[in-house]
């Protein structure tokens, strides 16, 4: 064999080792954005950041683009803006009212509507209209509690009109946490609907609301939507939307708010503890959320066909179902119900559907949709895809091979985005026509967004390393503060490295110096000695082919500090034979090296979960150190945690 084969040879081996997925060339040479971006934000910061702001309309421009007070920031200072004309009536007024905004897919098949931008101005206009009608007006809170319809973005949109500020609550809580997210911002009306559709049967929403208003004394009136035509409760304080906003005239001039005007409040998913009201204003918002789209999807309104599968509920869908979408034009799938109803291939029959090009979606549902099968969407025509994004937690390699695969062709570039509530928009992710993938990792901070991985010292790591996740300078979308708590934002970002903001998130840089995100720090486990993501002990079990999900807890030990503790799910039709479990800790010695050989393997029917689909740890440590079991409210099932306890005895 010649030489020079030979060399080839081993170079393609290390490739595939290494599995690094270059952008597609045609991507690449007509991508929104290039390399240059980084180095004109890297020459001058403020410069770029004004350049993306220069995308929107501005009734007036800002005298100073960055008013930094640590930990205080104003953007765009004495800037004017609507976000809902910058969102809707801009796009109109261009011309393009006929476009699609939406195409609105509900659950019961066949259930559908298409909303172009003409129909969101004067929907937007009626119901801004109506708020006004109600005694609402800037400044005031409106509690948003709903099902992924249409009225959804419209309720957003018209409170961002008049400049009420909106707080939405995922449509899956408790009366007991929309109560205490309703209290904590003083809300003045609740936006429902009287239920939405859910695994092929209408699921009741207006009777959680009764019982979480009914000692609300801040709360004037619910605004009531119909959309399953249950019964429903009647009280003096509800209003049918199709009495009061079917009504309105469809014309409101928007008035042009302060940048720094708040735009909304939103209740962290609360995997962590008491939920934290974040709050986001206007001007520097809109800039990040619209730009981060364009940019991370490369999305070309024309002819893009866009689809985020987030509920409207968790910031994701206000970024990029709402704001950034609308503020760049694009058209949008919204979809109301779960993927597995009325079949397991509902997601890939709606992309077929409407020919969606770029898929923006969660580890969770990735994985599960691996644990159904390769059959389902291979019977699906998915070749209008050209970007595939993923959000929410870190990605498992093995679930990103996954996607790219049988969902991208094998063609689609994966963007791996890392962000939070708080950040506002997306932090560190891949360019798809700009970055070489690698499975697993968010890579770089985007042009214009300086972060990095400290130790605890606050140095920064070299490459290599491993740390902290810190963000060392402010950036347009961040949280402005906790609503009605400046100690807590400042005690709780602010302080533990000095000057920087610390998203509370551990990472890792590698040789190349390109980032990966590895959970929370509060998920690191100490084992003899040894810091150990749980992150990387479920990459590893989910890359053994019998596992399809997997979370990992750390549990007191008296030998090691903590042992670890592993909850998988099994894929489809693997059996749980005995000695699976000892297949399993075999499998993550040899991946990971024997001190991170899980002490406990405990086969499960499910994981507890957020409703945006985050594992919840802190219940699964209870569980695994045989305390009692803590909050549930924020859970998607709480009755996930019964089926668990209920695997316990029999576990390995
Ligand atoms: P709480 O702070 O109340 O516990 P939460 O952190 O679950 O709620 P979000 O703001 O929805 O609320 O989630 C942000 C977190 O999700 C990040 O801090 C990070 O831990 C995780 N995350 C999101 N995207 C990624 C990603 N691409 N890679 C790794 N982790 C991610
Ligand atoms: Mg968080």
Request: net charge negative; glycine share 8%.
């Amino acid at each position: 064999m010649a030489p020079e084969r030979e060399n080839q040879e081993t170079l393609s081996n290390l490739l595939r080792e290494d599995r690094r997925f270059e952008p597609p060339v045609d991507l690449a040479a007509a991508a929104n954005v290039t390399a240059e971006a980084y180095e004109e934000a890297n020459r001058d910061r403020l410069a770029f950041w004004e350049r993306a702001a220069e995308r929107l309309t501005w009734a007036k421009r800002w005298d100073t683009t960055l008013d930094w007070q640590p930990p205080f920031a104003k953007w765009f200072v004495n800037g004017k803006l609507n976000v809902a004309y910058n969102c809707v009536d801009r796009h109109v007024e261009a011309g393009n009212g006929d476009k699609v905004a939406y195409y609105w897919e509900g659950e019961p098949e066949g259930d559908s509507r298409t909303i172009t931008y003409a129909d969101l101005q004067k929907e937007v206009s009626r119901a801004a209209n109506a708020l006004t009608e109600l005694g609402v007006g800037k400044g005031d809170r409106v509690a948003i509690y709903m099902p992924m319809i249409p009225e959804l973005p419209v309720s957003l949109l018209a409170c961002a009109r008049i400049g009420a500020i909106h707080s939405v609550v995922f449509g899956g809580f408790s009366a007991t946490a929309l109560k205490s997210r309703i209290d904590d911002a003083d809300a003045k009306l609740v936006i429902t609907a009287d239920g939405g559709f859910r695994r092929g049967a209408p699921s009741a929403l207006k009777p959680t609301v009764d019982e979480a208003v009914k000692d609300c004394p801040s709360v004037e009136h619910v605004l009531v939507v119909r959309r399953t035509g249950q019964d429903v409760d009647w009280t003096d304080k509800d209003v049918w939307w199709h009495d009061l906003v079917d009504r309105q005239s469809e014309e409101h001039t928007p008035e042009a708010h302060d940048a720094e005007d708040p735009l909304y409040i939103l209740y962290t998913s609360g995997t962590t503890g008491k939920p934290k009201g974040i709050l986001h204003t206007t001007g520097g918002y809109l800039t990040q959320s619209a730009w981060t789209h364009h940019a991370v999807f490369d999305l070309k309104p024309e002819t893009d066909i866009y689809w985020c599968t987030a509920d409207i509920g968790w910031v994701t869908g206000h970024s990029y179902i709402v704001y950034g979408p609308l503020a760049n034009g694009a058209t949008s799938i919204i979809y109301e119900g779960t993927p597995d109803t009325p079949h397991r291939g509902r997601f890939w029959e709606i992309i077929q559907k409407y020919h969606v090009t770029i898929l923006y979606t969660a580890p969770t549902a990735i994985r599960t949709f691996m644990k159904w099968g390769d059959d389902i969407p291979a019977k699906f025509d998915l070749s209008s895809l050209r970007v595939l994004g993923s959000v929410g937690e870190p990605i498992n390699p093995e679930a990103y091979v996954w996607y790219r695969e049988h969902i991208g062709g094998s063609r689609t570039p994966v963007v791996d985005t890392w962000w939070q509530t708080e950040t506002g928009a997306i932090m560190i992710s891949p360019l798809p026509g700009v970055t070489a993938g690698k499975p697993g990792a968010a890579m770089k901070p985007l042009p214009g967004i300086v972060a990095d991985v400290v130790d605890d010292q606050a140095q920064s790591v070299p490459s290599g390393g491993g740390g902290f996740l810190v963000v060392r300078e402010p950036w347009p979308s961040m949280l402005r503060t906790i609503w009605g708590d400046d100690q807590r934002y400042i005690d709780t970002y602010w302080s533990r490295f000095k000057g920087f903001y610390f998203p509370g998130d551990g990472a890792k840089k590698d040789e190349d110096g390109d980032l990966w995100l590895l959970g929370r720090v509060d998920d690191v486990m100490l084992v003899s000695g040894h810091n150990i993501s749980t992150t990387e002990v479920e990459s590893a079990l989910v890359s053994h082919p019998k596992v399809a999900e997997a979370a990992v807890v750390g549990a007191t030990d008296p030998v090691t500090t903590q042992a670890i503790v592993s909850f998988v799910i099994l894929r489809g039709a693997a059996d749980e034979g005995e000695d699976i479990a000892k297949e399993l800790r075999d499998h993550v010695a040899k991946t990971l090296g024997p001190i991170a050989k899980p002490r406990q393997i405990l086969i499960v029917p499910e994981l507890p979960k957020t409703r945006s689909g985050k594992i919840m740890r802190r219940l699964l440590r209870d569980v695994a150190e045989n305390r009692s079991i803590g909050d549930v409210t924020t859970l998607a099932d709480s009755a996930v945690m019964n089926l668990i306890a209920a695997k316990l005895p029999s576990a390995a």
